[in-house]
């Protein structure tokens, strides 16, 4: 069975850093690329974040490149958000989710880990 | 900036049939952007319900499709249930990694 768990979420200052971590299980991890979606309190999904399987690409929203960065460590079967230089809008539940093989979706999704940014 | 459209809220009645549809703020949507499609309710995580246009996911009710529908993605609830009031999002795949989600349909069944 396919598990994503999230963890890492919690309350920062505005500028402040934090990083997000999703264990994964079930699945062979270094065959699946893997993404980030948020979702803002009453708002909708917003697509983040994505590396590749070998996870030597990755790939990011306009709305936070140059400030986060995703990683993956296949021997814990983790992935990493690392979130830099945070904002209020940046407010959210973090969502991993696993990339289909063949075709480009979401095909798992973890429950989420909430971040909130605000002094 | 790409956008990609849906609407903000549809209504259906109990063993109705709803199209939601998903556009492209410039350009048409066609099966090269792999369009999927998500519900979720209050609280809960997002549950794929449809992939690469059509293919529904591990049991997901038949009464559930999806196509294309002159320039926008479509999915389709024939024989709507109570349980089938949610959000609807869709997500288009841009290429090179990127992902551009519509801004979700609330469903109503009443």
């Known amino acids: 069975e396919v598990q994503l768990v999230e963890s890492g979420g919690g309350l920062v200052q505005p500028g402040g850093s934090l990083r997000l971590s999703c264990a994964a299980s079930?699945?062979?991890?270094?065959?699946?690329?893997l993404s980030w979606v948020r979702q803002a309190p009453g708002k909708g999904l917003e697509w983040v974040s994505a590396i590749s399987d070998s996870g030597g690409s990755t790939y990011y929203a306009d709305s936070v490149k140059g400030r986060f960065t995703i990683s993956s460590d296949n021997s814990e079967n983790t992935l990493y958000l690392q979130m830099n230089s945070l904002r209020a809008e940046d407010t959210a539940l973090y969502y991993c989710?696993?990339?289909?093989?063949?075709?480009?979706?979401?095909?798992?999704w973890g429950q989420g880990t909430m971040v909130t940014v605000s002094s | 900036q790409t956008v990609v459209t849906q609407e903000p809220s549809f209504s259906v009645s109990p063993g109705g049939t709803v199209t939601l549809t998903c556009g492209l703020s410039?350009?048409?949507?066609?099966?090269?952007?792999?369009p999927s499609w998500y519900q979720q309710t209050p609280g809960q995580a997002p549950r794929t319900l449809m992939y690469?246009?059509?293919s529904r996911s591990s049991g997901v009710p038949d009464r559930f499709s999806g196509s294309i529908l002159g320039n926008k993605a479509a999915l389709t609830i024939t024989g709507a249930q109570a349980d089938d009031e949610s959000d609807y999002y869709c997500?288009?795949?841009?290429?090179?990694?990127?992902?551009?989600f519509g801004g979700g349909t609330k469903l109503t069944v009443l």
């Open positions: 410039s350009g048409s949507v066609s099966t090269s952007y792999y």
């Open positions: 690469s246009t059509s």
């Open positions: 997500v288009l795949y841009m290429g090179s990694g990127i992902w551009v």
């Open positions: 989710a696993k990339v289909g093989k063949v075709v480009v979706h979401f095909d798992y």
């Open positions: 079930g699945f062979t991890f270094s065959s699946y690329a």
